[in-house]
């Protein structure tokens, strides 16, 4: 499968605790992004990488949170100090070297859910 | 106001009829999304265009840029179109606003 994968799919925890998620993008995509979508709204944008650059960072992204991409390959996303209003689908998406950035290929997401 | 907005929010048809989902959008864009997330999440890009019409085996997307208006038509639907079809518009290279989404059923 060449697509984009995340993993876990599914993760609930309980508020405090951190998580995780990784998100591994198409293989000649040099451009990845992440975002969150509550329950009922539209994906809301959270972060950009172009190779392992962090190019912008929404407000959403509070100093809770935490994104890498250390070898411009597959990211991370880390949220410290879980609360409920975090339970949310993160999806992460990528788009190929030289193309339109509006070309996104969006993964399966992470649900989280935060007891 | 959100920049994008989408109608209807819930819409439920029957099998085989002919589905039109509306986008409008405040914001200047070069290009527009339509985008389906089946239940569980995963989001999946149906079109991307910038100006007239495409389509992509029952599915049909037009857009008129002076208008700020998309629509997407689904022509004799099945059950298994049941998902959240989501307009998005960028507007920066790399964000977009996304519409809420329109949740579809359809019925056998």
């Known amino acids: 499968d060449t697509g984009v994968s995340q993993n876990p799919r599914h993760k609930i925890t309980k508020r405090g605790q951190n998580v995780t998620f990784r998100c591994d993008p198409i293989s000649e995509h040099n451009r990845l992004y992440w975002y969150r979508q509550t329950l009922g709204q539209g994906p809301e944008f959270l972060t950009y990488f172009q190779n392992e650059a962090q190019l912008e960072k929404s407000r959403l992204l509070s100093d809770r949170f935490s994104a890498e991409r250390p070898k411009g390959s597959f990211s991370t996303l880390e949220i410290q100090r879980t609360e409920q209003g975090d339970s949310a689908m993160y999806l992460c998406?990528?788009?190929?070297?030289?193309?339109?950035?509006?070309?996104?290929?969006f993964g399966p997401g992470t649900r989280l859910t935060v007891t | 106001k959100n920049e994008v907005e989408q109608s209807p929010q819930n819409l439920t048809a029957q099998e085989g009829e002919f589905i039109t989902i509306n986008c409008s959008y405040s914001?200047?864009?070069?290009?527009l999304h339509w985008l389906q997330q089946h239940p569980g999440g995963g989001i999946v890009s149906l079109f991307m265009?910038?100006?007239g019409k495409k389509k992509h085996g029952r599915l049909i997307a037009t857009i008129n840029i002076q208008e700020k208006h998309s629509s997407l038509h689904i022509t004799a639907s099945h059950p298994r179109d049941s998902a959240v079809y989501i307009c998005a518009v960028p507007y920066t290279g790399n964000q977009f606003y996304f519409g809420t989404g329109t949740s579809l059923t359809v019925i056998p």
């Open positions: 914001v200047g864009i070069s290009a």
């Open positions: 998406a990528s788009s190929p070297r030289g193309g339109s950035s509006y070309e996104q290929y």
């Open positions: 265009l910038s100006s």
